[in-house]
């Protein structure tokens, strides 16, 4: 069997609260939806075809590509069962290999054993075969085998991202508390964000609400800049055709935007880094980057979307100074946003009461572990304008 050529089942993972999002995009690509829990979404294609999953996907954190599902009731059928399957189609005996799992078997209390025991299945098996075998180690930068283990159930797959998704390759400075890449795009999705009016964005920390804003509303792939993915260290890469959804990608992206992309940030530093990674996503010059208190942010005339993702005293800030700047959060929304859509993303409930505005929505997302809210508000001032898109 050609995997290159062969459909099979791909499931996409994501994080809680992404998968109306990634179900979108998913079926946007041209994808037939097969099925959905709380963290996948699952298609169907040939290995070709995760290549542009990988290119394209905004809230994907994985593609995976099924090779097999196996019972097993214990480590020792989990080895026979991967050992029976053909690695030497699938893996470079000279390449680099690393194994990932997600376990959930009461016969295994670390799941690194489970790594182990597949990695020996595999190579072993290849040495058998091939007289050689890959070396192995936890950098995904060769191919990349994922196992999910659940009960006497194990699904073996190409993990064909090998790092997850939400590493771009742009952010190299993430300051406080920054948020997932991933995460950052599907905000924007469900904030409406379609990169028509203009795109404001205090408290921008690190950057990555407005870095994604700007990647989504520049219509480019957010897999341009990773220099590696999984599926480039199995066996029969068609890189021709890699090359060539590279160039069409890079031809449908936009060259300017009808809006304008404004961030700032308290920090200084936060400011410099929040540059320093737009420069390396190449969306430097689409955003107007400032220092300063939020307040005296600078809302273009016309409409769009002004997001914030506040600290929310998890893990930054102290609850008292915090509460007095959501209400003055509250106050700029209301007298310096009219004519645009409002959007506050954060960890803490109770502090999103102090902002004094009534929500048009509310959408539950997870960062991390913290349950967060999307809350979404109408900014229209006195007579309500159309929506033109933000
Ligand atoms: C949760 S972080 C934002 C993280 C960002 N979304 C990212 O991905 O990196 C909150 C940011 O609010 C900024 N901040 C706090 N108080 C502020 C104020 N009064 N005016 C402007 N920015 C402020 C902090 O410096 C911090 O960078």
Redesign the pocket.
């Known amino acids: 069997m050609n995997p290159w050529k062969t459909s099979r089942r791909i499931v996409l993972t994501c994080a809680r609260g992404m998968v109306p999002f990634l179900l979108t995009e998913t079926a946007g690509l041209g994808f037939a939806i097969r099925g959905e829990t709380e963290t996948a979404v699952e298609t169907e294609g040939s290995l070709t075809d995760s290549l542009r999953l990988n290119l394209r996907l905004r809230t994907a954190h994985r593609v995976l590509y099924h090779l097999a599902t196996l019972e097993a009731d214990g480590p020792g059928s989990l080895y026979g069962g991967i050992t029976d399957l053909p690695w030497e189609e699938y893996i470079h005996e000279d390449g680099y290999l690393t194994v990932t799992c997600t376990v959930n078997n009461p016969t295994i209390n670390d799941s690194r054993f489970v790594n182990m025991k597949a990695k020996d299945a595999i190579v072993d098996r290849m040495t058998a075969r091939r007289g050689r075998r890959p070396d192995s180690g936890p950098e995904r930068t060769g191919a990349v085998v994922h196992v999910h283990w659940q009960g006497n159930r194990a699904e073996v797959f190409l993990h064909t991202s090998g790092e997850p998704l939400s590493r771009r390759g742009y952010r190299q400075i993430?300051?406080?508390?920054?948020?997932q890449e991933t995460l950052?795009a599907g905000v924007l999705m469900a904030a409406g964000w379609k990169g028509e009016g203009n795109l404001v964005n205090?408290?921008?920390?690190?950057?990555?609400?407005a870095v994604e804003g700007a990647l989504m509303a520049l219509n480019r792939a957010p897999g341009l800049h990773r220099e590696h993915f999984g599926f480039m260290s199995v066996r029969g890469f068609p890189e021709k055709e890699w090359d060539a959804l590279l160039r069409q990608a890079r031809k449908e992206g936009r060259r300017s935007l009808p809006g304008r992309i404004v961030a700032?940030?308290?920090?200084r530093e936060?400011v410099a880094a929040?540059r320093l990674n737009a420069r390396r996503a190449g969306v430097e010059e689409h955003i107007s980057f400032s220092a300063?208190?939020?307040?005296r942010t600078e809302v273009p005339p016309g409409d769009g979307l002004v997001i914030f993702?506040?600290?929310?005293g998890e893990r930054?800030?102290d609850q008292a100074v915090l509460g007095e700047?959501y209400g003055r959060l509250g106050d700029f929304l209301k007298k310096s946003c009219q004519g645009y859509a409002g959007a506050v993303f954060t960890g803490n409930l109770a502090l999103a009461k102090r902002i004094g505005l009534r929500t048009n929505r509310r959408i539950p997302f997870f960062n991390g572990d913290i349950e967060c809210r999307l809350l979404l508000y109408d900014l229209y001032g006195g007579s309500r304008k159309p929506d033109r898109g933000v």
Do not use: R, V
């Open positions: 993430p300051m406080a508390a920054p948020m950052a205090p408290m921008c920390g690190s950057g990555t609400l700032t940030d308290i920090e936060a929040a300063g208190d939020f307040m993702n506040p600290p929310y930054l800030g700047l």
